[in-house]
């Protein structure tokens, strides 16, 4: 039976360290779509230092994974920095933003409700 493949971008059957498959660039925020369907979305990202992104909020429920550097989260009023290896939840409707403190590489997994 032929496997089919939802998650792209990435090889199959291979030990892979994820902060690799994504590269910084100067003065860019660098993404890498693995997976978007209707429920669930993975991606991941690299940030330049002093990059961001900048405050919206999302119908989904947004967890962030520092996969190397710093960065600076705000959820609603709240600031939070996060290093290497900490993770944070966004809840869905609430603005958040994000912004390197030093340049960092993040995996962003965010879960939406079906109807």
């Known amino acids: 039976m032929k496997s089919i493949n939802l998650i792209k971008n990435i090889d199959f059957s291979k030990v892979l360290?994820?902060?690799?498959?994504?590269?910084?660039?100067?003065?860019?925020?660098v993404s890498r779509t693995l997976s978007q369907g209707k429920n669930l979305s993975v991606t991941l990202f690299a940030f330049d230092k002093n990059e961001e992104i900048s405050s919206h909020s999302s119908q989904g429920d947004a967890?962030?994974?520092?996969?190397?550097?710093?960065?600076?989260?705000?959820?609603?009023?709240?600031?939070?920095?996060?290093?290497?290896?900490?993770?944070?939840?966004?809840?869905?409707?609430?603005?958040?933003?994000?912004?390197?403190?030093?340049?960092?590489?993040?995996?962003?997994?965010?879960v939406f409700k079906l109807n």
């Open 17 to 29: 360290v994820l902060g690799d498959l994504v590269e910084y660039r100067g003065g860019q925020v």
């Open 63 to 110: 967890l962030v994974y520092i996969l190397d550097g710093e960065a600076e989260i705000m959820v609603g009023e709240e600031k939070f920095s996060l290093k290497k290896g900490e993770t944070i939840v966004m809840p869905s409707g609430i603005a958040h933003a994000l912004y390197a403190i030093e340049k960092f590489k993040m995996l962003l997994v965010v």
